[in-house]
């Protein structure tokens, strides 16, 4: 069983829709979280990260952290067909003696106009 | 405008060749990660520098992957002799001393025919 589990998608949604992106993980040491968008043919660029639990909003997205439940969201509001990417979680028990990065698989995302 | 650059962004070559790609991260930057992404794996983590000292080579596999850091500037991932299998797109990724966002490079998209 991998580290980190993402839904693959491919996850269609309308112009307009709420999206919600989901990972969840098995290592409860760590502790940073991360959200990457890669469009196609270029590398990851990080969208959001968050420390520990509890929410974090920036424009029209909003990352979640539930350590209880070892499980992270991301929800993109008024979704625009420029999201449309693969989204990828990412995390990491930086500062416990380890720096690995741990990426989920990605969710491939298009947003219908 | 920092960026993280790899070399070459295409590689074809025949099974048995050895492949060397080449990876320059952000100045100033101390930790270096070799990923590896294909449809059905994702982002593999395959080896990572700190301070130019390797921590983690273990998603390599050992007999025919090689990673040095010769020099602060310069990551290099060497494959010999590479296997169909070993085609993938490998992204270089850097983080700077303190940070939590990992850089990513536009990969090297490696065909092994």
């Known amino acids: 069983q991998k580290e980190v589990e993402q839904d693959p998608g491919p996850l269609s949604v309308p112009e307009g829709a709420i999206v919600s992106l989901n990972c969840t993980y098995s290592n409860s040491a760590f502790q940073y979280f991360m959200w990457y968008r890669q469009y196609s043919r270029k590398g990851p660029e990080l969208l959001m990260y968050?420390?520990?639990?509890g929410n974090k909003e920036d424009g029209r997205f909003t990352a979640q952290v539930d350590k209880s439940s070892k499980y992270i969201s991301l929800f993109i509001r008024d979704s625009q067909p420029s999201d449309s990417a693969t989204y990828l979680c990412?995390?990491?028990?930086?500062?416990?003696?380890?720096?690995?990065?741990?990426f989920g698989t990605g969710t491939r995302l298009k947003v219908l106009a | 405008d920092a960026r993280v650059t790899q070399t070459p962004r295409h590689k074809v070559t025949e099974m048995g060749q050895e492949v060397t790609m080449r990876c320059q991260p952000i100045l100033g930057h101390n930790t270096v990660f070799w990923y590896r992404q294909t449809m059905m794996q994702g982002l593999e983590l395959l080896a990572y520098f700190r301070n130019r000292a390797p921590l983690d080579d273990s998603g390599m596999p050992k007999d025919r992957f090689s990673a040095e850091m010769p020099d602060a500037t310069l990551a290099t991932l060497k494959i010999q002799p590479s296997e169909p299998r070993d085609s993938a797109v490998y992204f270089c990724a850097s983080v700077r001393q303190g940070g939590t966002e990992a850089f990513f490079g536009q990969g090297t998209r490696l065909t092994v025919v």
């Open positions: 990412a995390m990491s028990a930086v500062g416990s003696g380890t720096y690995k990065y741990i």
């Open positions: 968050t420390y520990s639990s």
